[in-house]
Antibody
């Protein structure tokens, strides 16, 4: 079964750090671009970051650029999001998601999502 | 990057058709074929329903269809069923090599 399982969320004070993990199974993890998307309570999803197949190329939303770092370990089939200098507005459910592709052609659409992990930034 | 604009809510009776619009700009929806639609029932993760404006992933019923004209994309659900009740979000690739989502539309099946 194709599956993504996030972990690492929790309560953190403003200015603090947290590292999220996303364990992939059921597919060849190293063949796919991967994303992080967050969703605040009662709001729509917001794209956070993207990483290419071997981790050499990354992109970020302006709201997290310079504070968050996406990375991956293909040997461990795991995606990460290091979050530093956290703010109250970073409070959300964080999802990892797989980008849909056909061969080497990718669609900028997210076809597999994890169940999400909750990050709460509060004093 | 501002969120794409969707109507907050739409409704329809079983068997009817509903259309949800998604308005962006020439920097996203208007310039790229990379528009997707997601379905999200309460308490669950989003599910991909449409990609590349009008393509359906395997397993998605053909009652779901997508289209685009200019800066506005649309999702049409025909033969509405109770199980279609959920929040729907559009997404587009952008000129800054990022993705942007819409604010979401709550679909109510009357």
């Amino acid at each position: 079964e194709v599956q993504l399982v996030e972990s690492g969320g929790g309560l953190v004070q403003p200015g603090g750090s947290l590292r999220l993990s996303c364990a992939a199974s059921g597919f060849t993890f190293s063949s796919y671009w991967m994303h992080w998307v967050r969703q605040a309570p009662g709001k729509g999803p917001v794209w956070v970051s993207r990483i290419d197949r071997d981790g050499s190329s990354t992109d970020y939303a302006d709201s997290v650029k310079g504070r968050f770092t996406i990375s991956r370990n293909n040997a461990k089939n795991t995606l990460y999001l290091q979050m530093n200098s956290l703010r109250a507005e970073d409070t959300a459910v964080y999802y990892c998601a797989r980008e849909s592709q056909s061969g080497d052609y990718k669609y900028d659409a997210l076809d597999i999502w994890g169940q999400g992990t909750t990050v709460t930034v509060s004093s | 990057q501002s969120a794409l604009t969707q109507p907050p809510s739409v409704s329809g009776s079983p068997g009817q058709s509903v259309t949800i619009s998604c308005t962006g700009t020439s920097s996203d929806v208007g310039s790229y074929h990379r528009v997707s639609w997601y379905q999200q029932p309460p308490g669950t993760a989003p599910k991909l329903m449409i990609y590349d404006v009008s393509s359906r992933p395997s397993g998605v019923p053909d009652r779901f269809s997508g289209s685009k004209s200019g800066n506005t994309a649309s999702l049409t659900i025909s033969g509405l069923q109770a199980e279609d009740e959920a929040d729907y979000y559009c997404s587009s690739y952008t000129s800054t090599n990022t993705l942007v989502f819409g604010g979401g539309t709550q679909l109510t099946v009357l």
